[in-house]
């Protein structure tokens, strides 16, 4: 390395190993991080980049190494260190207070008052909502952030890093629940904010991006780092090459096994917004089984309100919901689910999984009276019915017994479908099932979702990934302010048209509301 | 490689010196019990007589069957504040039946129940409470806090309203009346076994079934610890809480129905603040406030603790108030070790991954 380089050199850790009791998740790694540009760092789940990160941002203590900021030695041990550097970061999950409004969100813990007792609430609104406007994003600032959607609450998070004054951004999978719009807003705010001189650290797991916006690339493997490289030398394969140490053709593949025979049909089926208007604007569409539905959209395209209406989650749904001609819509949640309906919800924290809970557990959750007789739980059957889920789903676990949040994510969130799967659905509804998880856990669940169509389920999957979407699904449909604004045969579609049409009911909204 | 080999070893006994805190953590409440019996047995002369043990058992089991019942109410992430005053309401219903009969004014005749019939009727007394506080709560979203508030008040209300605040004296039945025995309940005893212990184990060996062994009991801790995965998992959720306050107000019901035979008379205050050392029974016994955690073994050797401490010191002639003190204490040093708990396993869970 030149010596012109280190001078580019914001910040430098050498030799960061930090052992947790009986693992090391990081081994005597160096990162730098280069003066306005986008640090990329990439690995498999485990891999040690959320260590890596906390570590730089003052969460965490490394057990050896330093930290070099500007080529001194500096000790970061706590957020308000980090800060007083101007290290920020942008946690993975959401830091959000769901019981304030956006602006308080954004100036927590630094309100801007008067004497230091009296919140100016006016000027912190005003900018919050300039910074808001910044991020193109339509968010008021006087909203309360547990009515926000994920994608926007994400933005919300952004918006309250860019509040401070930082010099170093570390974003930890930021576009995880950003639709593609979205995506690109924040690929124009990393590009503005690194001509401010900014450095960012850019975590993702999905390589495309990753390609198109990052300056360097570090890949970490198992807590040791692999390769270092500025990012116009490489390419999407070199990134896999060096994260998963063999070249796996782990392209994502499917081959047609609909029979045509339907299983699912959704007649006109409705909700009403509070506000007026549809939420869920009368759909109509069926499912064959053996057929896989990717349902692409934008964030509030209603994607997430209709896996609701088909649980019987919505209470004010109107329309029907056929399941092999069976009419199911009304009925508890537990019904839908005997009728043979299965729901892997988006968020697996708080929706998919009881944390306290162990995998055994977790994943009988939904069918436990299966394993009854009278009241009493058979448990050797119990037993084998989730040793045969695990092995079948291959979930790396060392016991049933184990507690299910010690699992990584792609795991945690096989054991999500497998507690679908133990309720031997008919449909299978997966709202982004590939969210947050590696590119290995990620082949994993496909894998299991061409398996599942094959033995005859019907699926239907939401994602905001287009190159998903494109690859797996039999049939696409699109869907935008609530109505199926595009349906294409996996063979006829293309992203542009995808795209066009999940933006068309955004233009027809905004001339309306004009 | 050589970090990760020297490591790995350093790291492997690490772990398993975490594991034996852990055990020796997990085991704190049966420590606590060894040791204030063994404490008392050495100051206090008589304490490890059968009679004495009798004795200790048998004011445990009150505050048992709330703390049972209160366990549920807890895993599920609620809490039940009216058990105090079900109890103090279930000995006036018990009472006023026996001593009163039931009046009815249109027809001006006054009905006396055989024995079965009056226990039956105060136990759905109790399970009708516990179902007002399971509707508040799951049809009209109250908190559980603030609806078993409620009832606490309304409850008590009853129980004096049903007697003016006077005690119902001398529940010895008559002949006459065919309504005689209701004090066996509290003195009978099976093999020599005083009843409300044989009744205790049955409920509790019950309960701990129920728990681990059943559907509902798996529902019970999924609420607790995740409300929301619970309901998409098909949990019928509130059908879930409506058990357990009713489960609650049953328990409740059975406390009282013994006092009450105990004392072979019912009065209208007994119960008071039995609902706080329910509460204490089963956090000295493991079960989280925050719900989701819990066992009805853990609860039982807590309230068992709590009635040692509480009897022994009496024996040993402390004084109330320095009593109250040290149960105070004795319930904060739980929560804290608790908390110190939950932050070793999850190093412990680390150290797994």
Known sequence: ???????????????????????????????????????????????????????????????????????????????????????????????LFPNMNVAENIFVAREIATAGIHIDHKTQVEHAQKLLDRLEADIDATAQVADLRIGQQQMVEIAKALALDTRILIMDEPTSALSAAEVDVLFRVIGDLKKHGVSIVYISHRLEELVKIGDYITVLRDGNLMQEAPMKDIDVPWIIA????????????????????????????????????????HLNFTLCRGEILGIYGLMGAGRSELFE?????????????????????????????????????????????????????????????????????????????????????????????????????????????????????????????????????????????????????????????????????????????????????????????????????????????? | MNINTVSGTAGSVKSNNLQLGMLLLKLRTFIALFLVVVYFSIMAPNFLSMANMLIMVKHVAIYAFLAIGMTFVIITGGIDLSVGSIVGLAGMVAGGLIYNGLHIPFMNVTIYFHLPMVILITLAVGIACGALNGFLITRFKVAPFIATLGLLYIARGAALLLSDGKTFPNLVGSEKLGNTGFPWLGSGTILGIPLSICILVVLGLAAAYLAKCTPLGRHIYSVGGNERAALLSGVRVNRVKMFVYMFAG???????????????????????????TAIAAAVLGGTSLAGGRGTIGGTIIGALVIGVLGDGMVMMGVSTFWQMVIKGIVIVAAVVVDQFQRDLQSRVALAED
């Open chain 1, 309 to 514: 209406c088909l649980m019987g989650l919505q209470k004010e749904v109107k329309g029907n919901v056929l399941i092999e001609g069976k009419d199911i819509t009304i009925g508890t949640v537990d019904d839908h689910i005997r009728a043979g309906l299965a729901l892997i919800p988006e968020d697996r924290q708080r929706e998919g999984l009881v944390q306290v809970l162990d995998v055994s557990n977790n994943m009988t959750l939904s069918s436990i009276r299966k394993f009854r007789k009278w009241i009493h739980i058979q448990n050797d059957k119990l037993k084998k019915a989730v040793h045969t889920m695990i092995s079948d789903l291959s979930i790396k676990v060392a016991s049933p017994q184990v507690l299910i949040s010690s699992l990584s994510g792609g795991n945690q969130q096989k054991v999500v479908i497998g507690k679908a799967l133990l309720t031997e659905p008919k449909v299978l509804l997966m709202d982004e099932p590939t969210r947050g998880i590696d590119v290995g856990a990620k082949g994993d669940v496909f894998g299991i979702m061409n398996k599942l169509a094959a033995r005859g389920l019907g699926i239907i999957f939401v994602t905001s990934e287009l190159k998903e979407i494109m690859a797996i699904s039999d049939r696409i449909m699109v869907m935008s302010k609530g109505k199926i604004t595009g349906e294409y045969l996996r063979e006829e579609a293309t992203e542009e048209m995808i795209v066009a049409a999940s933006a068309s009911g955004h233009k027809v909204t905004e001339h309306s509301l004009h």
């Open chain 1, 242 to 281: 060096n994260m998963v140490g063999d070249d796996n053709d782990r392209e994502i593949k499917h081959a047609s096994t609909s029979t045509g025979e339907e299983v699912l049909r959704v007649e006109n089926l409705r909700l009403a917004r509070v506000s007026g208007g549809f939420t869920v604007d």
């Open chain 2, 250 to 276: 049953f328990c409740a019901a059975i406390a009282g129905l013994i006092i009450a035979s105990q004392l072979v008379a019912s009065h209208p205050a007994s119960g008071e603040t039995f609902e706080l």
């Open chain 1, 1 to 95: 390395m030149s010596e012109n380089e280190n001078g580019n050199i914001i910040l430098k850790a050498r030799d960061i190993t930090k052992l947790y009791p009986g693992t090391v998740a990081l081994n005597g790694v160096d990162f730098n991080v280069y003066r306005g540009k986008v640090n990329v760092l990439v690995g498999e789940n485990g891999a040690g980049k959320s260590t890596l990160t906390k570590i730089l941002a003052g969460v965490e203590v490394p057990t050896k190494g330093v930290l070099q900021l500007e080529g001194e030695d500096v000790r970061i041990q706590s957020f308000h260190d980090a800060a007083s550097y101007g290290i920020g970061m942008i946690h993975q999950e959401l830091n």
